[in-house]
């Protein structure tokens, strides 16, 4: 990359920053949706399904920072989208700059938020006694993880958001996606106690892979398998979706 779509890059990243400052209510789905997350389910079902609290906040965290990161992503397409309707990616089109900065930009803005949730997450996981076994190292990695997909996955969102007529559409499309990818996956219980029916798709179920890398990776447990999964799995997405979103975005609209 030169360094003019590089600065073109930035500036759009940075021009998604100060709408957060500018917008701070942005921040509630980074910051108030986990920590009700991660006590409701630690304290109202930890008992039941672990057998202790202090015992399935080490399973469960781990997937309440996928969950979280993965919800999050879906502001990337509703922000998006709402800069199409109002023409202000036709006026930035017009601009003398590297065409697919206004994109790139705005999803590298994006990874602050999720490592803002990813802090937030792991810090109150940290006062409620969550210990990873693996250390700072394995809870880096497994937040590095995280992120790497959630970028991967927002390439989904960002052709969602030049296809969609309004932001409204977008939301509904994202939830009926996200939803049935969080819930039923290995966040909250352990697949060997589904029905057989529901276990197979959990097992398919990429965001289950990415649940057991993490937590694989933050407690020291062998990860290589889903770790490929993984890394296959954001490969996939960013062949397929980024070509998609560079031909939406040069489309006439």
């Known amino acids: 990359m030169s360094t003019a779509p590089t600065t ?6 940075w021009r ?5 400052k500018h917008v701070p209510d942005q921040l509630s789905d980074v910051t108030v949706f986990p920590l009700l997350m991660l006590v409701m389910f630690t304290y109202l079902f930890g008992g039941a399904l672990a057998g202790s609290t202090g015992g399935y906040l080490q399973s469960v965290l781990p997937g309440i920072l996928v969950m979280t990161v993965i919800m999050t992503t879906q502001s990337t397409a509703v922000a998006l989208n709402a800069d199409i ?22 999803l590298l803005a994006d990874l602050a938020r999720y490592a803002i949730a990813a802090t937030v997450v792991t810090s109150a996981g940290a006062l409620l006694g969550f210990r990873p076994d693996a250390g700072l190292t394995g809870l880096l990695a497994g937040i590095g993880l995280v992120l790497l997909f959630a970028w991967s996955l927002s ?3 960002t052709s969602l958001a030049l296809a969609a007529r309004t932001p409204e559409s977008v939301v509904f499309l994202a939830i009926l996606v996200t939803f049935p990818l969080s819930f039923v996956s290995n966040i909250f219980v352990d697949p060997a106690t589904l029905p057989g029916w529901l276990r197979g798709f959990v097992d398919v179920n ?14 020291g447990q062998p ?3 889903e770790l ?3 890394m296959l799995t954001c490969a996939v997405l960013v062949a397929l979706f980024g070509p998609v979103t560079m031909r939406l975005y040069r489309r006439e609209r």
Do not use: C, E, Y
Request: net charge positive; charged share 10%; glycine share 8%.
């Open 16 to 20: 998604a920053v100060l709408r957060i």
């Open 223 to 225: 990860v290589a398998g």
């Open 206 to 219: 990429p965001v289950s892979h990415l649940v057991s890398a993490v937590r694989g990776l933050m407690h």
């Open 8 to 13: 073109a890059a930035l500036t759009f990243a």
């Open 85 to 106: 309707t109002k023409g202000v990616f036709d006026r930035f089109r017009s601009l003398p700059i590297w065409q697919p900065a206004p994109l790139v930009g705005a």
């Open 228 to 230: 490929g999964w993984v």
């Open 155 to 157: 390439w989904v969102w």
